[in-house]
DNA sequence: CAATCTACTTAGCAAGGCTAAATAATCCAG
DNA sequence: CTGGATTATTTAGCCTTGCTAAGTAGATTG
């Protein structure tokens, strides 16, 4: 409705909707994209996700992996279940606090997170292989901004 | 393991795969952050994607709409019946082809859909408020990069 | 005009999210 | 040192979204 009046303003409210709204297109169906690889697999995107935190930043409780995944604590003990029941990952009691289960991931873990994010990521990777430079230094900052705006 | 050893060539594989991981993660959490506006909102993403496709696209079949959203048929005629249900699309015989249904937005529908995707994006659009000009260039160039790259 | 093909629907499965409520352990007041 | 609150996880149960396989109805074609 409104346009801009001036490019170096504080961004005005409708482009950023705007932007925005697209943004949460484009995420729908970057994974719905990659989805029938990650099927392939066997292993989900939200497994290997947390998988993921737990191989990069080691050993976690239930909470806290549901904090960094943004999912409530029923959901990633499903999760987890999952996982151990897979032999990715296994639950250990916290001998301080025997109400905390500490979830860790097995060799088997990490190993099945490097074939997996291979796998998952090959369609996608393809993509963006014929990609400028210009075009992947703009993916790259956006991805790194959006990644600190959504931690915030 | 192996950097790039100039900024010019093209982009190697290993970082391409990195950032292609990267991207994959933000959409799982970028989607995982709104969903709560779209749960408020009584109608999932997928229902305002689909009915986005409709509204701004016109008329579409049973068929073009499942490709159109990357998903298979079964699943669009569950969205479509939800759609239906709620009044916000409709379906009509095809006069050429009895097997085809036509799936048109309502009123009501194009009604809900802007509502929707303000109410949807209000947190998103909060967050990249917050964001300098430079980095909302980012995202839009890298927005529009990947829409192109994802619909190839 | 019968076989085949196409478009959609139905049925049934599994994942992934949620809330509410149960269980278990810790903490803290008195 | 006990009893009530608080915290961590699990269980139960709901809903949505995807899928495949199989069914139905209409078009096409040999």
Redesign the interface.
């Known amino acids: 409705m409104e346009k801009p009046s001036a490019?170096?303003a504080s961004?005005a409210?409708a482009p950023?909707?705007e932007?925005?709204?697209?943004?949460?297109?484009?995420?729908?169906?970057?994974?719905?994209?990659?989805r029938r690889e990650d099927d392939a697999s066997g292993v989900t995107?939200?497994h290997l996700?947390a998988l993921?935190v737990l191989v990069f930043g080691g050993a976690r409780t239930i909470g806290e992996l549901a904090g960094a995944?943004?999912?409530r604590a029923p959901s990633m003990t499903r999760i987890v279940d999952n996982l151990e029941r897979g032999g990715l990952a296994l639950r250990e009691r916290d001998p301080r606090d025997a109400r905390r289960v500490r979830v860790r991931a097995t060799d088997t873990g990490v190993q099945v997170l490097r074939e997996g994010?291979?796998r998952?990521?090959a369609a996608?990777?393809a993509?963006?292989?014929?990609?400028t430079?210009d075009?992947?230094d703009?993916?790259?900052?956006?991805?790194a901004?959006?990644?600190r705006?959504?931690r915030?």
């Not at 993509?127 to 990609?131: F, V």
């Not at 703009?138 to 991805?143: H, I, L, N, P």
């Open positions: 490019s170096a961004p409210g950023t909707e932007a925005a709204d697209r943004l949460h297109s484009l995420a729908i169906h970057l994974l719905r994209a990659v995107a939200p996700s993921s995944e943004q999912v994010r291979a998952r990521i996608l990777a993509k963006l292989a014929g990609l430079d075009e992947m703009a993916v790259r900052s956006a991805t901004v959006l990644e705006v959504l915030g």
